[in-house]
């Protein structure tokens, strides 16, 4: 599937660079090549600017905070970006 998923502890700081960084600078690239790629950020207590950036990209990217299983989301997944 043309899934990836991004997984961690959103409220680190740097973690959420990641994030938004994929959001930002990778995902229009994959984008180009997979137009059906989708992301899913999986974390706990993302921030506000996260949110609303994946928002912004229409349905391309979701933003789950946390999720008590992280399992159903890899397996739907082709990549998982752990940083």
Do not use: C
Request: charged letters at 25%.
């Amino acid at each position: 599937p043309d899934r990836i998923v991004f997984s961690g502890k959103m409220s680190y700081g740097a973690n959420d660079d990641a994030a938004r960084f994929l959001l930002e600078s990778v995902v229009p690239r994959l984008l180009a090549l997979r137009p059906k790629l989708r992301v899913t950020i999986a974390g706990s207590r993302p921030g506000e600017k996260l949110i609303k950036q994946a928002a912004r990209m229409g349905g391309v990217a979701e933003v789950t905070g946390w999720v008590d299983d992280l399992r159903p989301h890899l397996r739907r997944a082709s990549l998982a970006v752990v940083p």
